[in-house]
């Protein structure tokens, strides 16, 4: 009678499965444990509630890192969404001198370890004599997101035949009305999918927050964790919880939009 011996790839899947488990376990007790009555958070649970939610609202500190938070990312989006936009613009479709090195420069913040380009930027600030502000926050943000953005539009406008901005053009059309008429519209899914990434990004970051921010302002990471050098409480599980609803659900509903304009713009 021959033994059963686990193939290779049984191995390899069952594996990817406890790595699976390992990472995501956690994030599902957090989410748990926010509705546990209790305010000892452990099990077995007590009971199914929604307090922990509710202190949320009624706190003010948390509303406050929550509004700047939303601010921050929106400002973050906007900027490296339009800078993403024109310098995809000018190394696909323009001769721009020395187009591969602005390229690598650009992209260079993705490659680089977040905290040693939080560490840099904060002690050229230091030699500077600048002090910290929201602005240099958000310029912060911009920097670590807009290679996000430039890599998304630029591999939908590679994919974009010069065809068709070249027909309007032919057919007496500025450079700038073929833009707006033309090649946006068949950027509009790729643009809105880098929007809404460098909002994700910059609204979850706390590496490079923890460095740059002033004194007094708080998003919801740091929130988070100046709540978790106090004391464990369940309205921490809580706040996870919708941190974890906004960074999952946002990006996947925008990949939903985005697809869907893409197929209304193929159709």
Do not use: C
């Amino acid at each position: 009678m021959r033994h059963f011996l686990p193939s290779g790839w049984s191995l390899i899947r069952a594996y990817a499965i406890l790595v699976y488990v390992f990472m995501f376990l956690p994030v599902v007790v957090v989410v748990l444990l926010s509705f546990n009555a209790s305010q000892f958070g452990s099990f077995p649970m007590t009971g199914l509630s929604l307090r922990w939610f509710e202190a949320l609202w009624q706190n003010e500190a948390v509303l406050r890192a929550f509004r700047t938070s939303f601010l921050l990312g929106t400002l973050t989006a906007i900027i490296s969404t339009t800078l993403g936009v024109l310098a995809s613009l000018a190394m696909v479709r323009y001769q721009v001198p020395g187009r591969n090195l602005i390229a690598v420069v650009l992209i260079a913040p993705i490659l680089i370890p977040e905290v040693v380009l939080a560490v840099a930027l904060l002690l050229f600030l230091q030699v500077l004599g600048i002090p910290k502000s929201f602005f240099l926050l958000l310029m912060g943000h911009v920097i670590f997101t807009l290679p996000f953005v430039i890599l998304v539009v630029q591999a939908r406008l590679v994919g974009i035949r010069r065809e068709y901005e070249e027909a309007a053009l032919s057919l007496g059309a500025s450079p700038r009305q073929t833009f707006f008429a033309v090649t946006l519209p068949l950027l509009a899914p790729a643009i809105f999918a880098g929007m809404l990434f460098a909002f994700t990004i910059s609204f979850d970051d706390i590496t490079g927050t923890l460095f740059w921010k002033p004194g007094g302002v708080e998003t919801v990471p740091t929130q988070i964790f100046a709540m978790l050098r106090h004391s464990i409480s369940p309205e921490i599980n809580a706040l996870g919880t919708v941190m974890i609803v906004l960074t999952v659900g946002v990006p996947l509903l925008g990949a939903a939009i985005a697809r869907r304009m893409a197929m209304k713009r193929g159709g």
